[in-house]
Structures are given as C-alpha cells and as structure tokens.
C-alpha cells in the first residue's frame, strides 16, 4: 500500500491563535501531502513498495537520490512536528526529560533560548532539532528535509523553519513565529516519550 497523509493529532483550530487553521490548511493539507504524493509516485522504480518510510529514506541517502530523499524524508519531518505541537500550556517537561535539560542546559528557559536561537539563524529552509546525541540532549538544525532519521541521532523535537510553516500567520517573522510555537504549543509529553523510545515511531509507515 502507498504511503499515507497522516491525521493531525488535534482538531485544525485546535493552536489558534498560536497558529491558525489556514496554515494547517496549506501546510498540512498541501504541503505535507505534496510530498506523500510525490514519495508514492517513485516507490516502484525505485523498488521500494513495502519498505517503511525509515527504510526508504535511509535507502535513498544512502544511494545519493535527492528527489526520493528530499519527499520521504519531508514525510517524516512533518509527520513528526505536528506531534510535537500541542493546546497551549497543556504539558511541560517533567520526569526524566526534566532532569536531563537542567543536566545538558541549567534549565528550560536556556533550552527555549537555545532552539529558537539555533533556529532563526539557519540559513534559508530548514528544521531545528532537539536531539539526544551520545547520550546527551543536544540543539543543532539541519538543511532542507534532511533528518535526524538518517544519522545517528534520536529525535526528540522539532521546529519547521521552512517559510511555508510561517508565512500566513507570522508573514517574514521567523523570531516570532519560533517563540511563540516554544512558549505556547509544545507537547512536552511527546517530547519525553521520545526520550524513553516511545514516540518518534509514530512518525513511521509501512508503504
């Protein structure tokens, strides 16, 4: 079976006014399933029906195809950010992912610094990524649809700072945008279930 556009875990208006159900509209609907489309389309020449989306991506980094890359890999980024959002203030860190942040950052609010300083300052499109990394938590960003899928790194957060993820509601203001997404609509509760190996394989399927 093809790859699917996934269920938004909350309702489209669910962030508002953090963000908007038109941005859902073209970010989801649009956007995200552009690259599910364009990912089934070059499965069977590629030989790779039944493979999950990790396979497929790793698969294609590993033989250098940047058009299977670029959509399979843009799957899996945006399957795995819409988890990482949530109603505002409706969890923050706790437990082990508390522990670990004060840790690998003295506290919170150095973390929320760190993401969204890392963030704006990526160059052109992009993500930035809360990683665990040997061990340790990590802040670092990556270019175009590339992932921490295909590294040795575990995802544990993302931010999409590809202007598409912004521009009808923050218009040029990626700053902005970023600091209201850490302060406001952060599933911390993913976040930790990440952590402890439990979360980012929701962001994968079966072809």
Request: proline share 7%; net charge negative.
């Given at each position: 079976?093809?790859?699917?556009?996934?269920?938004?875990?909350?309702?489209?208006?669910?962030?508002?006014?953090?963000?908007?159900?038109?941005t859902f509209d073209?970010?989801?609907?649009?956007?995200?399933?552009?690259?599910?489309?364009k990912t089934n389309g070059m499965l069977g020449e590629k030989g790779l029906e039944g493979a999950s989306l990790v396979e497929v991506?790793?698969?294609?980094?590993?033989?250098?195809?940047?058009?299977?890359?670029?959509?399979?890999?843009?799957?899996?980024n945006h399957s795995f950010f819409w988890q990482c959002l949530a109603p505002a203030a409706s969890t923050k860190p706790s437990g082990r992912l508390a522990e670990m942040i004060a840790s690998d950052f003295g506290d919170h609010a150095t973390l929320l610094e760190k993401l969204a300083t890392e963030a704006t300052n990526h160059f052109a499109s992009g993500w930035g990524w809360l990683v665990l990394n040997n061990g340790r938590l990590e802040v670092?960003?990556?270019?175009?649809?590339?992932?921490?899928?295909?590294?040795?790194?575990?995802?544990?957060?993302?931010?999409d700072v590809w202007e598409h993820a912004y521009y009808i509601d923050y218009r040029n203001e990626r700053p902005r945008f970023?600091?209201?997404?850490?302060?406001?609509?952060?599933?911390?509760?993913?976040?930790?279930q990440n952590l402890d190996g439990q979360g980012a394989g929701r962001a994968d399927q079966k072809s």
């Open positions: 079976m093809p790859f699917t556009l996934p269920e938004l875990p909350y309702a489209k208006d669910a962030l508002v006014p953090h963000m908007s159900a038109e073209y970010h989801h609907g649009k956007h995200h399933k552009a690259y599910v489309d991506i790793k698969a294609a980094s590993d033989k250098g195809d940047k058009g299977l890359f670029n959509n399979s890999a843009q799957i899996w670092t960003s990556l270019h175009d649809a590339d992932t921490p899928v295909a590294h040795d790194m575990t995802p544990l957060l993302t931010l970023l600091k209201t997404v850490l302060d406001n609509i952060i599933n911390w509760d993913f976040v930790a």
